[in-house]
């Protein structure tokens, strides 16, 4: 048991202590939070006040611009000519033009800036006229605005999940993310710190050491002892990554202020709403995304938050040591890196698979296809991943837990019968009909 | 007394026999060859002792006990292959593979600054492995294969690799080594240094063994009664029972003859009658050298 804890120690000091380790470990959280910076100053710069002069020679809109953090308007009464001669000088960023005869021809405003005006502030200025001619066309008509606002009913489906806990608010949005996320994790933590197993035992068969060291310790303790000392590594390094990415944002928080937070709301609704753009210009879609990062919010208060985190490490830890006894057991088997690869392949078939049949599993969480994929233990990690935020029943995550504890003291008990006898092959050109035959060599 | 018996070992690999019924003794304190060629089976044997692999039938006795893990730190070994981990520093590494051992952090400490100052190699327990050569990794292996103090050192082909001085240097080692009582198996090819160190060897070919026992044992077993002579004059007429296999001359005009007498006939004999024909400037027993034996012991079961 001591050389176990010895050769654990071992390997986790040599990865942990790798330039390569401590650079992804800083960089990862710097480079997130770079990405939000880089839209929160987007969004900060966004919001720099504009100021736009109004001629307005019908006479009707006086007022009817109101000022916000963005623009601030103020009202010219000089004639149009002499305004765009001034204009360069005036300090105004655009100039808005609005003919007396607007409301018969409402297409004859016209806005003139010294570069091009953006999208947003045409946008503003237009809702603006546009309101109020049509204010002015429904008093003509004998109809208030009231009526209208009264007549404008606004749709927000909420979702609900039924449950014998009762009636719980659940945005499908915020649980898809939270499921694929989770899941997306796994998949990669599965490939990265796999393979660094298969390079470790690679390494250990290609420079000849591991004849010394299995004359001191049993093969299985040194795979294992490699496994569980790159299982150390990879928690340490989501650890500190979390760690990390909460106190940057927690001081970058502090030193942009609200603004940054702004611009990350906003960043992040857009993303859950789906969507590309990264400002939200119109107020009432800003109100409407609120709305849906409002539901997020709920949605994730009402999540079983440590139920996922628990699944999450159990899912992380079972995907990771089936796989990485299998990928260990390529290390042994080969030669050089070359060789891995027809290995590999159907090793990494049904993990890719998995993620790829997640997408599906989202839509419909309680399906045949999400249910036996969350059971075989080779998919269940990533499938039961994007599966436990929905709600699954007890005794389906039991059960997928019992047989994927099965999968990897089966795959690990296989990978260490190729492995006692690979390591100590030196030269030989590997088949499956050879590897087959390692598996029942006796010790 | 016998520090590691193996009894009627057999080891089996798919179609292939490695071992046959190999049994051999090994006393305490003697400096034992294996020999035999490539692929006899040495390093089956050598894992088997070392218990990376196990027997499929006989048993193997240490220290008096049947082989168990309690033993792999009564137990140092140097692979033909060598190998250390390259990103690691001499000294860390030293230290893991010293606890490996079963030593504690402490003990492995104060035996390894022993072997720094006595190898001279004290400014390298910070260097990596790899920027290191060859030989400077060699000397690494070889403290790591001993600094535990074993009672059994088992040495595959520990001079491959090293210059004349240093492979002097490990000589002297496995020397000092053994008068402090240790006991060393050592497995090579090349028979001068079998010569020189071992008092005990054993000779396997083919996963059997053929040829075991003392070294001066064995010389006397394959020692074929031929004698030679230095000489001026003319040898003729010596008595039938005395062959002349062969005369040649070599310098100032001296002859070199061998002469082989019947395995009953006294020496004296011999010496009698060579100083009453030729002026004798020297003459000794052709005794067989390693590399003789081997290659007629080998010869002889691969026919």
Known sequence: ?443 | MNILETRHIVKQYAEHRALDDVSLVVPKGSIFGLLGPNGAGKTSLIRIINQITAPDEGEVILLGERLNPDHIRHIGYLPEERGLYKKMKVGEQLLYLAQLKGLSEKEAMEKLKIWFVKFDIKTWWNKHIEDLSKGMQQKVQFVATVMHEPDLIILDEPFSGFDPINANLIKDEILELRDKGSTIIFSTHRMESVEELCDHIALINRSHKVLDGPKRAIKEQFKTHTYHVEYQGTLSDLPSAFTVLSTRPIDDGFLRADIQIPPDAAVNDLIRHLIDRVAVRSFGENIPSMNDIFIKAVGATNE
């Open chain 1, 1 to 443: 048991m001591n050389t176990i804890f010895l050769i654990i120690k071992r390997e986790y000091l040599v990865r942990v202590r790798k330039r390569s380790f401590v650079i992804m470990t800083i960089l990862g959280p710097l480079l997130i939070f770079a990405f939000y910076a880089v839209i929160g100053w987007a969004a900060i710069s966004s919001i720099n006040q504009k100021k736009v002069a109004v001629i307005d020679e019908s006479g009707r809109f006086a007022n009817q611009f109101k000022d916000t953090k963005e623009t601030t308007y103020s009202y010219l009464k000089q004639p149009l000519a002499q305004a765009k001669k001034q204009f360069a000088k005036s300090g105004y960023d655009a100039l808005v033009f609005i003919p007396t005869d607007v409301i018969e021809q409402p297409k004859t405003v016209q806005i003139f800036a010294e570069k091009s005006v953006s999208i947003e502030l045409q946008n503003n200025i237009e809702r603006a006229i546009s309101k109020e001619i049509e204010t002015i066309k429904l008093n003509q008509a004998g109809i208030t605005r009231k009526i209208i606002e009264d007549a404008k009913v606004n749709v927000d489906a909420q979702t609900f999940s039924l449950r014998e806990t009762g009636e719980q608010n659940s945005s499908a949005i915020a649980t898809s993310i939270i499921g694929y996320v989770c899941a997306f994790l796994i998949y990669i933590s599965v490939f990265i710190y796999g393979t660094q197993v298969m390079r470790g035992v690679m390494e250990e068969k290609t420079n000849r050491i591991v004849e010394v060291i299995i004359s001191s310790v049993k093969p299985f303790q040194l795979m294992m002892g490699k496994i569980i000392g790159v299982a150390l590594v990879g928690l340490t390094q989501f650890m500190l990554w979390i760690l990390l990415t909460v106190g940057l944002f927690t001081i970058g928080g502090q030193v942009f202020g609200d603004k940054v937070e702004r611009g990350r709301a906003a960043m992040q609704t857009s993303a859950a709403a789906g969507q590309g753009a990264a400002v939200a210009p119109d107020p009432e879609v800003r109100q409407a995304q609120q709305g849906v990062m409002n539901n997020v919010v709920r949605a994730i208060e009402t999540l079983n938050i440590p139920l996922i985190v628990a699944c999450f490490l159990f899912y992380f830890l079972g995907g990771y040591l089936l796989y990485s006894a299998l990928f260990g057991a390529i290390g042994a088997a080969v030669d050089n890196e070359t060789e891995t690869q027809q290995f590999m392949f159907p090793i990494t078939i049904p993990i890719i698979g998995a993620i790829a049949v997640a997408q599906f599993v989202i839509r419909e969480p309680d399906g045949a296809l999400a249910f036996w994929t969350s059971m075989i233990p080779f998919t269940s990690p990533v499938i039961m991943m994007v599966r436990v935020p929905f709600g699954v029943p007890g005794w389906e995550l039991a059960l997928s837990m019992f047989l994927l504890a099965i999968g990897f003291a089966g795959t690990t008990w296989l990978a260490a019968r190729i492995y006692r006898v690979g390591i100590l092959m030196y030269g030989k050109k590997v088949t499956y009909k050879e590897l087959s035959k390692w598996v029942f060599y006796k010790a």
